[in-house]
């Protein structure tokens, strides 16, 4: 029988494991700083809850559960994987109208999508969120992009750049292009594809949406004014309808309120292309990357005030932000930075023979009891070999407990970095190691 | 259209989830001090990975996943959902044949099963396991029933009875009553219905299974014996084979080592009706039940090396715990001893108005930069709303930015568990809530 992963999942052994929840950690305590707070939703939803908030291409991408008993035989579902975890927080926002607002909360958590696996893209990955909901106040938005920022410098990232636009602004673009409402989406899904075909290919696409070259041509003399902060936001305005010039006053206050925050001025620019996707959102949006890694975005976010609504209750305003987590990750392993921190464990506890292995167990218990993480040696070899194991793991001290400790009721703690060692009682040792 | 969560599956708001967080937390504590490390393992599997491991009743239980592309419209299945965390263990060490042992791993996960959900019993639903691979020694059962009695005892629960038991002594129990090797499996799940059925249920199992009278009161006069350590296992050996002597010298030295390394004596006890299930045990079993609550097992394991030899590969002895997770959770919940610990910020900073809020924004940036965990109030309302708010979510300060603060650079910190209050720059505001 071929032993196998499933295709595009993965295993993360324990060094591997380590770093992940190093990061995660420190995400974590990034989120907690600002007050979110964490939730947890399933992995299984819902079939009826997840289509439809992804476009056709996303709902081919769900991975649906077969229903267990008489359907199986004719593939019927009612349940799917989730797909991210932003549809979820709606959901969740819609069955607890009574959650006091602002709602701010996190989840680190796996999604799945059946996409072909490929370098980089697994089936199986990790989401990292954080959003607010129940307000419209750009503090909250602004918010989003401090805690992006915070995140990004929390893992060791400095040289990063958040560009930021918003919708309205670029419905209005699309409008005074000369589009009609119902082309409007089209003219954003053809600026989106700018970082993949390039100013030629979605001059071709807007052709194809129907824009005239005239119209193309204003197009263009917008998405190329120069990126920057109040500069930027005062030149756009006058080539906009009430709508969009709307957009550009929000996205002032989001811009000067971040910057109170702390994001550096260095660090964020207003880009009248940026466009991420498809997607729900409604007003702001913004994406992070890496200034010296061509990897592509490394979080983003954006406003988004239908979705909840969308489940057929109120309409609850919201904006989050996601941490490209498993991008990250990676980055961190190429760049040789993934620290997975210490070892589980401080000291290995040996054993010598069998008369002797009680006051080993009995060593490594009095260690744990005083706050001292201990392997205690489980296998039946030699003294060398429970050495070797103890550098392998990377412990900082062995126990040693030969005949004459063990019948002193005591041990031999030996510094595995320095080679000194010291025969005393295990409680005395544990003050070495915890110091 | 009528928003509801899969059937079985449960959503965490944020107190719900806090308190999961510090038992999960509490419990990786305790998996660290023995050197366990932490493993990742995908909720997805290929299906001949998980069939034929857990029964046929287990097979009936996966969620099989619906195969993408052509496959989906006949109901084709390539991927299930994982049933437990043991197989997928077993899976890994098959594929990893180079990885040092012994091999101490955790996990705490989520695992999924296709059972009719009621009250207590969901389709989704995290496990909780540490086990040991590489190694026969007694000393890995021994760890595993510490392991178990110090999660109990870092809960909070000192009244637990861990039961003892090995299969090698099930095996020639039945052997001892006439079963033939055909046979001693349906004696084994006759016994394991004690708790369920009694003493008469199971006596109607063994005639089922081919017992005779005389046959059945030898196995009684076994089953009934006193229920203890060292005494128990001086009266079972008499009436086993070879076999099952082993097992009970076996058994004997777990024990010692469970005592030496700190279980307490009037925690653990040897039960020779304890059979677990249908399990891939193989030697040493355990459980452990609450003395005042019955709410059945809470912990459970034992030794199973033949698993990983089910793939194909080597055979790689293990023995493994399972922490009752969710019954844990649910019991600190009702005994009113869920603590979710802090809540997640220490402090909400107001803004009064448009005015003064840049000032709010930067007294927020200030205290998170001094490590001060605080919420920005984001929403539009009165002084007193978001006094309720702060209120509501427990937090011990609300720092106060009125017309005077922001014009002169400072902070009202108001204690609300005293009502006290100091005007005084952000920096050392975050001192006193630090202290």
């Keep these: ?3 196998n992963l499933a295709r595009g999942a993965r295993d993360f052994l324990p060094e591997t494991m380590r770093h992940r929840r190093a990061v995660i950690a420190t995400l974590t305590e990034v989120f907690e700083r600002y007050g979110f707070e964490p939730l947890g939703t399933p992995a299984i939803e819902r079939i009826e809850t997840l289509t439809g908030k992804y476009g056709d291409e996303g709902d081919k991408l769900l991975f649906r559960i077969l229903k267990r008993g008489k359907g199986s035989e004719v593939g019927e579902c009612d349940m799917a994987l989730r797909y991210d975890l932003t549809v979820p927080l709606a959901r969740v926002l819609a069955m607890n109208p009574g959650v006091r607002t602002p709602f701010k909360r996190f989840q680190i958590a796996p999604v799945w999508r059946a996409d072909r696996p490929q370098r980089g893209r697994f089936r199986e990955f990790f989401q990292c969120d954080a959003d607010i909901a129940g307000t419209t106040s750009p503090m909250a938005d602004a918010e989003c992009l401090a805690v992006a920022a915070d995140g990004l410098s929390a893992l060791g990232f400095d040289a990063f750049t958040l560009r930021l636009n918003d919708r309205r602004i670029l419905r209005a673009m699309a409008r005074a292009a000369g589009a009609g409402p119902d082309r409007e ?8 594809k700018l ?4 100013r030629e290919g979605v001059t ?3 052709r194809g949406v129907g824009l005239d070259e005239a119209g193309i041509g204003r197009l263009w003399s917008i998405l190329e004014l120069e990126r920057g902060h109040e500069a930027t936001l005062d030149a756009l305005a006058p080539h906009l309808d009430d709508e969009g010039r ?3 006053d929000s996205l002032r206050q989001v811009l000067g309120l971040a910057l109170d925050m702390g994001v550096p001025e260095a660090r964020i620019v207003v880009d009248p292309t940026l466009a991420r996707g498809l997607d729900y959102y409604t007003g702001a949006v913004y994406e992070a990357g890496l200034d010296d890694l061509p990897i592509g975005s490394v979080a983003g976010g954006g406003r988004y005030d239908g979705l909840v609504g969308m489940f057929g ?5 919201a904006v ?3 941490l490209g987590l498993e991008r990250l990750i990676t980055v961190l392993e190429e760049l040789g930075q ?3 921190g210490q070892p589980t464990a401080d000291v290995l506890v040996t054993v010598f023979d069998e008369a002797s292995r009680p006051s080993s167990v009995r060593a490594a218990t009095a260690l744990r009891a005083a706050g001292v993480r201990s392997e205690l040696y489980l296998d039946d070899r030699k003294l060398k070999a429970q050495f070797k194991h103890a550098g392998a793991r990377g412990y900082r001290f062995v126990a040693i407990i030969g005949p004459d400790e063990a019948r002193d009721g005591v041990i031999t703690l030996r510094n595995l970095a320095d080679g000194t060692q010291h025969t005393l009682p295990a409680e005395d040792a544990a003050q070495i190691v915890l110091r």
């Design 338 to 340: 993934a620290d997975a």
């Design 204 to 206: 071709e696409e807007l």
């Design 195 to 198: 970082d993949k075909v390039g």
């Design 313 to 317: 209750k109120q309409a609850i305003p």
């Design 246 to 248: 709307q957009g550009v």
């Design 185 to 192: 989406i089209g003219v954003l899904i053809a600026i989106d």
């Design 320 to 322: 989050g932000v996601s």
């Design 1 to 3: 029988m071929a032993v």
